[in-house]
């Protein structure tokens, strides 16, 4: 009887090491996901943000291959096409998202940015009006003014311009758009304003000093604005000044404005000099 009882005890005690085991291994597998769940997420991180974006393409082009059901590689693959300035191959990417029926507001919102530097407008609208307006991103707003303003919806535009300009702490780019949505509508002194706070935001911002510089020339100003420039950046500037000079029949300004140009720039300014020749030519000089 003894024995038996030895005998059951050891049975039971090989059954409970055994179940043991499982539960451990089971426990440490659960952990084992749970760390590369982890890691993958940072990976994912680190990928849309301080990667190459083409290598950020690469990554996620074959870890979505590897796991074809993993929604944040389909993102992330997506969201670094956009940044490598692949749009048209980012849209499919998108669609597919939301598709899936899966697709959240951030996703609706890059698959409209995606549309619109694709040239699809009116898709991309779609999407902004699927959002719900709810979800207030600088994003967001960005391209609610970029489509209002493609629809010349100004008041709208404006409104979705100051909005998102709020909603960042460098809303340069932000002024910059505006002002140029201004700037087409004929309205340069306020497109002028506008300018001026991008480049307050953003001293090197180029595109916006020499969109100030075609706002000022629109309004007969053919001085250069007091803004921080380099050498070579002041001979562009004059030279875009001077192209709206012809355009407005201010010939000799233009002129002028051409050679100011050309002996500024600290190198051989070739597009300045072909205009000034043809506007010579054109005077018979």
Not at 119 to 126: D, I, L, V
Not at 151 to 164: I, L, P, Q
């Amino acid at each position: 009887m003894r024995l038996l009882s030895y005998a059951a005890l050891g049975l039971m005690g090989a059954l409970s090491l055994s179940a043991c085991s499982k539960l451990t291994t089971a426990g440490v597998d659960k952990k084992i996901d749970a760390i590369n769940v982890i890691d993958t997420s940072n990976m994912n991180d680190i990928m849309l943000t301080v990667a190459d974006p083409n290598e950020a393409v690469t990554y996620f082009q074959r870890a979505a291959r590897q796991e074809p059901d993993r929604m944040d590689f389909k993102r992330g693959l997506a969201r670094s096409l956009v940044k490598a300035g692949r749009a048209s191959e980012a849209v499919p990417v998108f669609a597919e998202i939301v598709k899936s029926g899966k697709a959240t507001n951030e996703d609706r919102v890059g698959y409209a940015d995606a549309l619109i530097r694709t040239g699809e407008w009116k898709a991309a609208e779609r999407q902004l009006n699927d959002t719900p307006p709810t979800y207030e991103t600088y994003d967001r707003y960005r391209l609610e003014a970029m489509v209002a303003d493609i629809n010349k919806r100004w008041k709208k535009a404006d409104s979705f311009y100051e909005t998102a300009a709020g909603l960042t702490t460098n809303p340069a780019p932000v002024f910059n758009n505006w002002g140029y949505s201004k700037l087409t509508r004929g309205d340069y002194a306020g497109a002028e304003r506008l300018f001026v706070k991008a480049i307050t935001y953003d001293p090197k911002l180029f595109t916006a000093k020499n969109n100030l510089v075609l706002a000022r020339a629109a309004q007969r100003k053919y001085t250069l604005p007091v803004i921080r420039m380099t050498q070579e950046e002041k001979a562009k500037l004059l030279h875009t000044m001077a192209i709206s000079a012809i355009r407005q029949g201010d010939t000799d300004t233009a002129r002028t404005l051409l050679e100011r140009a050309i002996d500024t720039n600290p190198r051989y300014f070739a597009a300045a000099v072909r205009t000034l020749e043809a506007l010579n030519r054109r005077a018979g000089i």
